[in-house]
């Protein structure tokens, strides 16, 4: 029932941990049993990790390797999220810029909950469109 507002807590969080540095109120969202799971980007983060303390520090490995390497980053969503079967459905996009030029990738977040908290997590890409944001930075593979 209240995936959509624990979801938003979560992103805002991340959004601010992106700027800051401080992971530890994201950490907070997940449960102790949580996963995550990125599917699609064709680099070498595809894949699963474990555990809040696992998450985040992945999540700033992913960051600092990749996405503050652009000179910005524009998230944002790109249709409603809904919840389905007890699992939250959010289809996103983000405009990534360095120099003069620029690429949007998209995908879909997937989202459960377990006593209020993230048990798991996926991001799922379009492998073509993160190859071109991977190749603005020099990522290949």
Do not use: N
Not at 27 to 41: D, L, N, P, T
Not at 80 to 104: F, H, N, Q, T
């Amino acid at each position: 029932m209240f995936e959509r507002l624990r979801f938003a807590r979560y992103a805002l969080r991340f959004e601010r941990a992106f700027k800051t540095d401080q992971w530890d109120e994201v950490k907070a969202c997940f449960h102790s049993e949580a996963r995550y799971i990125v599917r699609g980007s064709g680099t070498s983060y595809d894949g699963e990790v474990a555990y809040p303390d696992a998450i985040v520090a992945f999540f700033k490995r992913m960051l600092d390797d990749l996405d503050r390497k652009f000179d910005s980053r524009k998230p944002g969503f790109r249709g409603l999220p809904r919840v389905r079967g007890g699992e939250l459905l959010v289809p996103w996009k983000a405009r990534y810029s360095i120099g003069d030029r620029s690429v949007v990738l998209t995908g879909d977040s997937r989202c459960r909950f377990e006593d209020g908290k993230i048990i798991e997590l996926s991001d799922t890409m379009i492998e073509a469109e993160a190859k071109a944001w991977g190749a603005l930075i020099g990522v290949t593979s």
